[in-house]
């Protein structure tokens, strides 16, 4: 809509992951070195983590888009699968044929990662949005890990996702799977110069002959309001450009940006929101053990009362039991 006015030959700051319009911070330049070297490490798990908009999707494409040809992968964007469907989506994506059960998917797999390891082909399985995964595939996941020959592992494991994802894996259950991750790496959001850089980058690649669309001021009231995250920098810039374009102002300032934080609405909300889903993820796994504790302390007292009714006069008196019982967990709901 704006793109003629501000001569530009595609929409700067839309919301797809394309490498094209990757901007290598200091943080997305290590966390790229990192999912290359997942690529070929032949080791264990490297775990990229992130909040909402950080750019670990756009960082994975860029990761295809220079994949070698040789390289097996199965890339898993949305991975809130049961067991079942798990190992069928890897059967589809490794190209294993139909199988019927996870001993077959389980044959099958291991002669494919074999054969690729005497054709020297590296097979890597990435997922993305990893804290979405079920716990019980989570441990599955590791467990294909487990498949080596005695000169390496057979299976790269690359895991994206967001902050929460850390405190799944921090349960006590997932200890084994924490001590395979080789790299751990958390992706930053941008400082302030960085915002600048990453705005003026864009612009570019959208084909801006002038890329000092914004000013200083609108640069920080950006900043303050993104704290750094690009897609919430996408969000609003796209909406500042709309704005200047309708007001027929080349130049962005602080008040376009006011105004359009104005109608967006307050970001705080979308921070608030993504802190509240970790401290969900949290929560959930505490109220799991608590809850897993009380089953176990009312079957250890349903068990005493029923040895303590079950004494010589009481032999022959289920009735007698049955309604102690009964008696009992009528307290205990009550
Ligand atoms: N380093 C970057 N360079 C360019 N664009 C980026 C970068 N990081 C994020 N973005 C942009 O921000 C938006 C959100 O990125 P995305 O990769 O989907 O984040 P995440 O997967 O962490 O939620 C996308 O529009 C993407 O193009
Ligand atoms: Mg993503």
Known sequence: MYLDFYNLKTEPFSLSPDPKFLFLSESHKEALAYLRYGLIQQKGFVV????????????????????????????????????DEFFALLAEKYKLGQVKDKADFLIRFTRFLENSFLEKKEVVLIVDEAHCLNEDVLQEIR??????????????????????????????????LKQRITLKYTLKPLNLDETISYIQFRLAKAGAKDINIFTEDAYKKIFSYSKGI???????????????????????????????????????NYLATSNKESQRAVTTSRGKTFKLLATAVVILILVVVVLICCKPGYLGEYHKVLDKILEFLGKYNG
Not at 59 to 76: D, G, H, N, R, S
Not at 147 to 170: M, R, S
């Open 48 to 83: 990229i983590t992130g909040e909402v908009g950080t750019g670990k999707t756009t960082l994975l494409f860029t990761l295809f888009a220079e994949m070698p040809q040789k390289v097996e992968l199965a890339f898993i964007s949305n991975p809130a699968l049961s067991k």
């Open 143 to 176: 467990l294909l890990s487990n498949i080596e020959t005695p000169e390496a592992k057979l299976l790269n494991i690359i895991l994206t996702g967001q902050p929460e994802f850390e405190h799944i894996l921090a349960q006590p259950r997932f200890r084994s």
């Open 230 to 268: 690009p897609r919430l920098i996408n969000v609003l810039c796209d909406r500042a450009l709309l704005t200047g374009f309708v007001n027929e102002t080349r130049q962005i300032d602080e008040k376009i940006i006011d105004e359009c934080i104005a109608e967006i609405g307050d970001n705080n």
